[in-house]
Every structure is written in structure tokens, then in C-alpha cells.
T-cell receptor, first 114, second 110 residues
Framework: DAGVTQSPTHLIKTRGQQVTLRCSPK?????VSWYQQALGQGPQFIFQ???????QRGNFPDRFSGHQFPNYSSELNVNALLLGDSALYLC?????????????FGSGTQLSVL | KNEVEQSPQNLTAQEGEFITINCSYS?????LHWLQQHPGGGIVSLFM???GKKKHGRLIATINIQEKHSSLHITASHPRDSAVYIC????????????FGTGTLLAVQP
């Protein structure tokens, strides 16, 4: 049973470019949440997707957008990259309504913006 | 002020020591998670608590809902316990998002 998988593991971009990160949830999970973790900080909630729609959103600009596919996998897109977007991007999957279950995270995508 | 505060931020211990990491939060929650993050990024869920105490091997987690406080204890610490330990809370109601603390960097020396 595969856990949460993310790709790519590392990515280097330059300012102004656009990036797409991908996440496949754990088998049986239908909800995907994305987090940004800056160096030395705890993860910050970006948004959550369920039934191909954004359910909740954190305090991130519209440059951050996402998508969920019918197979529950998800993409995070960031446009007009800034140096400050350099961070570890984590994906977590869960089953909607199961607020009390353990969390499952991917290993993350390390994004460096030069 | 962060909604979720952890202490200490950094902790160095000798192998075999008993370790305590603390987490305080500011409003009522539905659940609290303790997570472990090793260098390279991967996060592993250790515990989910809504009340009381849980134990898994050498790890013990407690929560006091009235005091809005949780602790993670590691007994007989080992160098392989070296990692960042993160507390995350989920608030009640319809929201499903997590609020994370900034983490405690633990280094256990042999």
C-alpha cells in the first residue's frame, strides 16, 4: 500500500517562472491538503481539496492555485515565483470527515527559487 | 504570537535521558497531533490526541484540554530519536486545516 507520494523531490526555478508540484494520496484517501514549510519553521496551510474543489484556503495569494483530479491526486501551481517561495512543499492526505485519524504526509518537494 | 507555541525550540540530551517537549495552544481544539520530521523533510505522525494520554513504545503523549497544553515524553532517549518534533492542532467545527507549531529540534548525543 503506497503512502503519499510527491514529485518531483527537488526543483530549481528562477524568479517569475511558474511551477507545478504533484501529489498522489494514500490509497483510500479522498482529501489532499498542501502546506508550505520555510526553513526552520512549521508548515503553513495553503489549501485543501476534496471532490475536485478547493474547500479551505490559508493566507496565501492567488499565485498559489491547485487542482484535484477524479483519481484524488492533486497539483499545486505557483505562478510568478518569488525568492520567498523557496520552501519545502508538503502534501498530506486524509479521508473527509475523519478528523481523528492519523495524518499521512508525503516526503515533500524542495523548491528553490533563484 | 503563534497560535501554537512549543518549548523548548532546541534541546540537546544525552542518550538515556528522559525528554519532555511542550505544546500550548490558544483556543479550543478538536484534536492535537504530534509529528516527527527527520532531515530531508518526511513527516511521520506519532500521535493524535483529543483527551488523556497515549503511549507507543518509548513515546508518551498527554493532553490537558482545560489548560490547553500537551506534552510529548521520550523515555530512555536514543540518538535515532534526533529529529524535529512538531505539534499541530485541529480546531473544532467544519474546518479541517491544521495549525502547526514551529517545532522542537532534538539532538540526542551518544
Amino acid at each position: 500500500d503506497a503512502g503519499v507520494t510527491q514529485s518531483p523531490t527537488h526543483l530549481i526555478k528562477t524568479r517569475g517562472q511558474q511551477v507545478t508540484l504533484r501529489c498522489s494520496p494514500k490509497s483510500g484517501h479522498d482529501t489532499v491538503s498542501w502546506y508550505q514549510q520555510a526553513l526552520g519553521q512549521g508548515p503553513q496551510f495553503i489549501f485543501q481539496y476534496y471532490e475536485e474543489e478547493e474547500r479551505q484556503r490559508g493566507n496565501f495569494p492567488d499565485r498559489f492555485s491547485g487542482h484535484q483530479f477524479p483519481n484524488y491526486s492533486s497539483e499545486l501551481n505557483v505562478n510568478a515565483l518569488l525568492l520567498g517561495d523557496s520552501a519545502l512543499y508538503l502534501c498530506a492526505s486524509s479521508l473527509l470527515g475523519q478528523a481523528y485519524e492519523k495524518l499521512f504526509f508525503g516526503s515533500g518537494t524542495q523548491l528553490s527559487v533563484l | 504570537k503563534n497560535e501554537v507555541e512549543q518549548s523548548p525550540q532546541n534541546l540537546t540530551a544525552q542518550e538515556g535521558e528522559f525528554i519532555t517537549i511542550n505544546c500550548s495552544y490558544s483556543v479550543g481544539i478538536s484534536a492535537l497531533h504530534w509529528l516527527q520530521q527527520h532531515p530531508g523533510g518526511g513527516i511521520v505522525s506519532l500521535f493524535m490526541l483529543s483527551s488523556g494520554k497515549k503511549k507507543h513504545g518509548r513515546l508518551i503523549a498527554t493532553i490537558n484540554i482545560q489548560e490547553k497544553h500537551s506534552s510529548l515524553h521520550i523515555t530512555a532517549s536514543h540518538p535515532r530519536d534526533s529529529a524535529v518534533y512538531i505539534c499541530a492542532v485541529r480546531y473544532g467545527g467544519a474546518t479541517n486545516k491544521l495549525i502547526f507549531g514551529t517545532g522542537t529540534l532534538l539532538a540526542v548525543q551518544p
